[in-house]
């Protein structure tokens, strides 16, 4: 039995009623403090998926537990297996081709970009393109002959300019060959207007430095006695010259577009003697009368010369009569099919300087050949003829 206290009597009656009701009043009505969340967004998503992650509260049994770590292993081991076979099936046969395809083009730019082009802002261009692409249809896109082709024009054309000699010649040489090619200017230009960048990356044109060789050989060696003062022509060597042990077997010419200033033959083919004799017999019954007519001939060709020097002879008359008494008697001997093929021939050749050794060294094997490009007269009407039939 609970005892209420005492009312102030200095309180009117239902005071404290009243104050009680307004205290209720306040603290229900009162707008209450928002509490700050105490967890952040991050937290928020991480409490969320730990929830999902975690163990149900609801018991599995043994078999489920292992089938679902089952499933698990082998996704890993298919994804494993999908991504070892995507590298080593496409992957990487990719790469590989890619880069087989790129040391391609590098080669090829570097063969066609060579010498002197090495550095030009083309092949550097080149390059960077090369090294940048990601596919093997990109690589084989990019054209290297064009523009190396382009660039090597120009770059010989002014070369051949500048390597000129006083009698408007310049001299090709063939990179590791030792073949060099005197010719004209002009037919220089024609040569690098009409070839590739896979020819002309070969080739450097030099101001001819040229000498006069002499050589000692046989009529076989001298184009068979019928090349002339001024014929142009090239030089070979035999098959059986070998180099270093070597067989030289090659198919061009050691030396192209040489000139023969003088050429001479021996002096016993010089010297004539000959006889023409015509006997014819006349019968008138029983006497016989022989006739026969003789006509000889003897003289020295060299000694000739020599009377017409002394003004023996006629000096003007003589030349004349002499002048290219050797190549109208080698002429005459091809004519009739008959000649002195024992005949030696001392032959004065134009050649660069640094090809004199070996012109020296080499004289026994040497070959002089008429290109029928500069063939004489005689051999364009030869060939006109049997191919004109």
């Known amino acids: 039995m609970t005892t209420k206290r005492p009312r102030d009597p200095l309180f009117p009656k239902g005071f404290e009623e009243t104050k009680d009701i307004k205290q209720q009043f306040r603290e229900e009505n009162l707008p209450k403090p928002n509490k700050k969340d105490e967890l952040s967004p991050l937290k928020r998503l991480n409490h969320k998926i730990g929830i999902y992650l975690n163990p149900k509260t609801t018991k599995i049994t043994e078999d489920e537990q292992k ?35 790129k040391t391609t ?14 550095t030009s802002s083309n092949a550097l261009m080149l390059e960077n393109k090369i090294n940048d692409a990601r596919s093997t249809g990109e690589l084989e896109s990019i054209n290297i002959l064009s523009p190396a082709t382009k660039d090597w024009r120009s770059y010989h054309k002014k070369s051949i300019t500048a390597n000129q000699d006083d009698y408007n010649r310049t001299m090709v040489v063939y990179e590791n060959e030792s073949k060099d090619v005197l010719m004209n200017s002009r037919d220089a230009m024609n040569i690098v207007s009409s070839n590739d960048a896979t020819i002309l990356s070969k080739l450097k044109f030099e101001k001819p430095n040229t000498v006069s060789v002499p050589l000692l050989v046989s009529r076989l060696q001298a184009g068979a006695g019928l090349i002339n003062v001024g014929s142009i022509v090239d030089v070979y060597l035999s098959n059986n010259y070998t180099e270093e042990g070597i067989d030289n077997n090659t198919t061009s010419p050691e030396i192209s577009g040489c000139t023969v200033l003088s050429i001479m033959r021996y002096e016993e083919n010089g010297e004539i003697d000959s006889e023409y004799s015509k006997s014819k017999m006349n019968v008138k019954g029983n006497t016989t009368y022989p006739t026969e007519n003789t006509k000889s001939f003897s003289s020295n060709v060299l000694e000739l010369l020599k009377g017409s020097i002394i003004e023996g002879y006629d000096e003007k008359q003589t030349i004349d009569m002499l002048k290219d008494y050797g190549i109208k008697l080698s002429n005459y001997e091809r004519q009739i099919n008959l000649g002195d093929l024992d005949a030696q021939y001392m032959i004065l050749i134009e050649t660069p300087r640094d090809k004199v050794n070996f012109m020296i060294n080499n004289m026994d094997n040497i070959v002089l050949t008429i290109p029928t490009a500069n063939a004489p007269n005689w051999m364009v009407n030869e060939i006109n003829t049997t191919y004109s039939n």
């Open 67 to 101: 089938r679902k770590i089952g499933i698990i292993i082998t996704t890993l081991i298919l994804i494993t297996l999908i991504i070892t076979s995507y590298y080593f099936l496409i992957y990487q046969p990719q790469q590989e081709e890619l880069s087989l395809v």
């Open 105 to 118: 083009k590098l080669n090829e730019l570097h063969d066609l970009y060579s010498g002197p082009l090495v």
